[in-house]
C-alpha cells in the first residue's frame, strides 16, 4: 500500500497533477483578490455584495440554492479528519495529500480544543484552558507543564499548518466551533464548558447568558486569528468555505427545537458579522421537527419527530445559515438491519427536498457504514451516493479519510497507518470502496465516469457467516444503461430460485428455510441477473454456514472481584454518566454512577471495555445488572406495552464501528425482574442479560450499554459477572 500519490497509476497521477495546477492558479487569483480587500466592513455592506465579491475572490459561495466557485456551479465529494489540529506535519500532509488523490475537494476538520478535561486524556490537548470573555480570547497555547515537551505546538498553530498546506492544494475546509460531544472539549459529560460556567447540565450551554456570551468571544477570537504561516487572517482566507457552528448539536430536553434554532440565529450572525465573506452553516445531524415525514420502514422516527431536540428545517431558514447538513449512521441509530440502505436513501431525499423548498444547498456531511458489521459497504456507499447525485443534492462528505501515524513508525509489527479507531476508516489505497469514491468524486465534478455502468451487490450476507431458522437473502441493482429482465438465485454454482422484487426496501429477496438443511452444512450463494440487452451480471460469492442447533463455552470471564478491567465512560444519552469506580459489594462488581430522569423512552448509559481479551473470538456474551429497588421508580402515566416500558433494555456494541448487538432483545418490565438483598442489606432488582451474535475476528472491545424507559433512577448501576463465550 502506497500513500505518495506520485507513484500511483499514470490516471490518478494525472487527476492529482490537474488539481494542484488548479490550486496553483487558484492561489495566485485569491493572492491578487486579497490585494483589493481594503476592509472587512467594506465588504459586508448587503448579502448580495458579500456573494458577489466572495465569487470574485476564489470563495466559495451560494447562489438560486446551489454552491457556485469561480462563477461554476460546485458540487463535491468531500470527507472528515478530527486530528488536523494536533498531529506531526507529517501526518497532516499525509491526510491533505490523500485527499487530492481522492479528488477530495472539501474537507471538514474541528476548530476548537477546549480544556483539559479527562475526555481528552488520549489527545495533544493544547488548547484553550481558561475560559474566553469579552476582553480575552481566552488563554491558549502550551500549558507550562508541557512546554519542555519535545516539539509540543499549539492546536492553533496546527489549524494555521493544515489551513496553509490545504491551500497549496486546492482543498476547501469547513471548520466546526465547537461540539457537542465530549471529545476535544465539546458540551458533554463534565466538560470545561460544564466548569467554567457552572452549568446545571450540558445543554444549558445554549441559554445560559455567560456561556454565550464566552463563545461569541472564542468565535470572534478564532475568525480574527492571523495565520501564522500565511499571514492572511482566517476570515479573509478563501480556503475557508464554511464555519459551522458545533459539531452534531441538540437539545432532547426540549422537543420544540426552539432553543437550538434562537442559540443558531444568534451566533450565525455573529459570525457574518466577524467572516461576511465565508460561509457558515449548523452543523447538525439533521433531526427534522415534522408531522408529515416518518423513517423509511418506519424506523428511526426519533429522528424525524423532535426527539433529538433540533428543527432542520428552522434551522435551515435562519437568514444567516447558508446551507443545511444532516449526517447518516442507522446502524448507529438503531435501524434494523434490512431497513439501512432504504432509510438512507429516503433520508438523503427527504433533506435535499427540504433544501429545495427553501432554496438552499444540503450536504450530505458525513455518513459511515461499519467495515466490521453485516452490512455491504460498497455496495450501500455506491447507493446513498448515487442518490445524492441522481437527486440533486449539493455534496456528500464520507468518515472519516485518514493516512499515516508516525507515532508507530519503527514499531515492530505496525503497518504505520492510523488506526482505523471507529471502523469507518477510508485511505487512499487500492480498495473497492476507495475506488469507488473516487469515481463518484469525478462524477460530482461532472465527468460521468463509468456513470452508465449497471452494478449489482449482495446485501445480504454481505460477507462469509453463519444463517439459522429462515434467512433473507437480499440483492440489490444500480441501473444505469440497461433495464433489469429477471434474477435468479445460485447455490453451489446452480441455478436455484427466482429471486423475487420488494418495491418498498428496493431490493430482489429470497426465503432460505436452513431448518430443512443439514446443521454444518456450507452453501456458495450468489446472484445472476439478466438485462433487456441480454447481459448478465452476478454478484460476488458468499458463503454461509448453517447453525441451527449451537451450544457454546465459556471462553473468558471478568468477575470484577478487584478490578474494573479497564472500564470507561463513552458517556450517556438523555440520562447522565457521572463516574464508573470498583466497588467491593456482592464481593466486587462495576459500580457506574448514574441519573436516569425518567422521562424518555430511551434513556442510556454507555460503558467502554476497550480493548477486552477474548472478545474477537468470541459468539456470546452475558453480563449481569442491579439497580437498588428503592431509587428505581416506574413512570405512572407513560408506558409502551409493545416495548416492555418502564423497564430495560440493555444491548451491546462492539468496536471497531459501534456494532449494535441485541436491541430488544432484553426487554423486561421493570415489574418482572427478580429482587434479591445483596450483602448491603437492600434490595436490588437483578436482570442477566444473554446475547448472541456471529462471531467476528474484527472486534476489538464492547460496550454495555445498560438502557431504561421511562424509569427514574438517580442512583449506581451495578455490573458484574461479564463473561464470553465461544460456538463449540
Not at 500513500?3 to 491578487?32: E, G, H, K, T
Request: contains cysteine; aromatic residues 12%; negative net charge.
Amino acid at each position: 500500500m502506497n500513500l505518495n500519490y506520485d507513484a500511483r497509476p499514470a490516471s490518478q497521477a494525472f487527476r492529482a497533477q490537474r488539481v494542484l495546477i488548479r490550486a496553483a492558479a487558484f492561489s495566485m487569483r485569491a493572492a491578487a483578490g486579497l490585494l483589493l480587500v481594503c476592509s472587512l466592513a467594506a465588504c459586508a455592506t448587503a448579502a448580495s455584495r458579500q456573494n458577489e465579491h466572495a465569487a470574485a475572490q476564489g470563495f466559495v459561495a451560494v447562489k438560486d440554492g446551489r454552491f457556485m466557485l469561480d462563477g461554476k456551479p460546485f458540487r463535491f465529494v468531500g470527507t472528515n479528519n478530527y486530528y488536523m489540529h494536533y498531529e506531526s506535519d507529517k501526518m497532516l500532509s499525509d491526510v491533505l495529500d490523500a485527499a487530492v488523490a481522492m479528488d477530495v475537494r472539501v474537507l471538514r476538520v474541528w476548530g476548537f480544543m477546549n480544556g483539559m478535561t479527562s475526555q481528552n486524556r488520549d489527545h495533544n490537548v493544547y488548547g484553550m484552558t481558561e475560559p474566553p470573555t469579552a476582553e480575552s480570547g481566552g488563554s491558549f497555547g502550551v500549558p507550562e507543564s508541557k512546554k519542555n515537551a519535545k516539539g509540543a505546538k499549539d492546536a492553533f498553530e496546527r489549524l494555521d499548518f493544515t489551513i496553509a498546506e490545504a491551500g497549496k492544494r486546492g482543498i476547501k475546509l469547513v471548520i466546526a466551533l465547537n461540539n457537542y460531544w465530549a471529545d476535544f472539549g465539546g458540551i458533554q459529560q463534565g466538560s470545561a464548558w460544564q466548569q467554567w460556567f457552572d452549568l446545571e447540565k450540558p445543554t444549558d450551554f445554549y441559554s445560559d447568558p455567560a456561556a454565550r456570551e464566552a463563545y461569541k468571544a472564542y468565535v470572534s477570537w478564532m475568525l480574527n486569528r492571523v495565520n501564522s504561516y500565511t499571514g492572511v487572517p482566517y476570515n479573509r482566507d478563501p480556503t475557508i468555505m464554511t464555519w459551522q457552528l458545533m459539531n452534531e448539536p441538540r437539545n432532547p430536553d426540549d422537543k420544540s427545537g426552539k432553543i437550538v434554532t434562537a442559540w443558531a440565529k444568534e451566533m450565525s450572525g455573529w459570525v457574518k458579522k466577524h467572516a461576511p465573506l465565508q460561509l457558515c452553516a449548523v452543523g447538525d445531524e439533521g433531526a427534522f421537527n415534522r408531522k408529515d415525514l416518518q423513517g423509511f420502514m418506519d424506523e428511526g422516527n426519533h429522528l424525524y419527530n423532535g426527539f433529538e431536540g433540533t428543527d432542520f428545517d428552522a434551522l435551515l431558514a435562519l437568514k444567516d445559515i447558508d446551507y443545511g447538513t444532516y449526517h447518516l449512521y442507522p446502524e448507529s441509530w438503531g435501524i434494523s438491519a434490512e431497513a439501512v440502505a432504504g432509510w438512507g436513501v429516503k433520508w438523503i431525499k427527504d433533506h435535499v427536498d427540504s433544501g429545495k423548498a427553501l432554496k438552499k444547498p444540503v450536504v450530505l456531511e458525513e455518513y459511515g457504514i461499519s467495515a466490521s458489521g453485516g452490512q455491504n459497504r460498497l455496495a450501500i456507499y455506491d447507493l446513498w451516493n448515487n442518490t445524492v447525485l441522481e437527486s440533486d443534492g449539493a455534496g456528500s462528505m464520507y468518515w472519516i479519510l485518514t493516512a499515516s501515524n508516525d507515532k508507530e513508525f519503527g514499531e515492530p509489527g505496525a503497518d504505520g497507518l492510523y488506526d482505523d479507531y471507529d471502523g469507518f476508516r477510508i485511505m487512499n489505497d487500492d480498495s473497492d470502496v476507495s475506488a469507488l469514491l473516487r469515481r463518484y468524486a469525478a462524477r460530482f465534478e461532472g465527468e460521468e465516469r463509468d456513470a452508465d455502468k449497471t452494478r449489482v451487490y449482495m446485501l445480504d450476507p454481505a460477507k462469509d457467516r453463519e444463517a439459522k431458522d429462515f434467512f433473507r437473502l437480499r440483492f440489490l441493482v444500480i441501473e444505469e444503461g440497461k433495464r433489469l429482465k429477471d434474477g435468479w438465485l445460485h447455490i453451489d454454482g446452480k441455478k436455484s430460485n427466482l429471486l423475487q422484487y420488494n418495491r418498498e426496501q428496493n431490493a430482489w429477496r429470497y426465503n432460505l428455510d436452513t431448518n430443512a438443511i443439514e446443521d454444518g452444512t456450507i452453501l456458495a450463494v450468489k446472484g445472476v441477473f439478466t438485462f433487456d440487452d441480454g447481459s448478465v451480471l452476478e454478484t460476488p460469492e458468499r458463503k454461509i454456514t448453517i447453525s441451527n442447533r449451537v451450544s457454546y463455552s465459556e471462553l473468558i470471564a471478568y468477575d470484577f472481584a478487584d478490578s474494573t478491567y479497564g472500564a470507561s465512560s463513552l458517556g450517556a444519552y438523555q440520562a447522565s454518566l457521572k463516574t464508573i469506580s470498583h466497588s467491593k459489594l456482592n464481593g466486587g462488581m462495576l459500580a457506574v454512577d448514574a441519573d436516569f430522569p425518567g422521562i424518555n423512552e430511551w434513556e442510556e448509559l454507555k460503558v467502554k471495555m476497550v480493548p477486552l481479551e477474548g472478545v474477537s473470538g468470541s459468539a456470546k456474551i452475558r453480563f449481569t445488572l442491579y439497580f437498588r429497588k428503592d431509587l428505581a421508580v416506574p413512570s405512572s402515566t407513560k408506558s409502551k406495552p409493545e416495548n416492555s416500558l418502564p423497564g430495560t433494555q440493555p444491548y451491546a456494541a462492539f468496536d471497531p464501528g459501534w456494532v449494535k448487538t441485541g436491541l430488544h432483545e432484553s426487554n423486561q418490565y421493570l415489574r418482572d425482574l427478580e429482587i434479591l438483598k445483596l450483602d448491603d442489606g437492600k434490595e436490588y432488582y437483578r436482570q442477566i442479560v444473554e446475547i448472541e451474535y456471529f462471531s467476528n475476528p474484527q472486534f476489538t472491545g464492547v460496550t454495555l450499554c445498560p438502557t431504561l424507559g421511562f424509569v427514574a433512577y438517580p442512583g449506581t448501576v451495578y455490573i458484574d459477572d461479564l463473561i464470553l463465550y465461544k460456538k463449540d
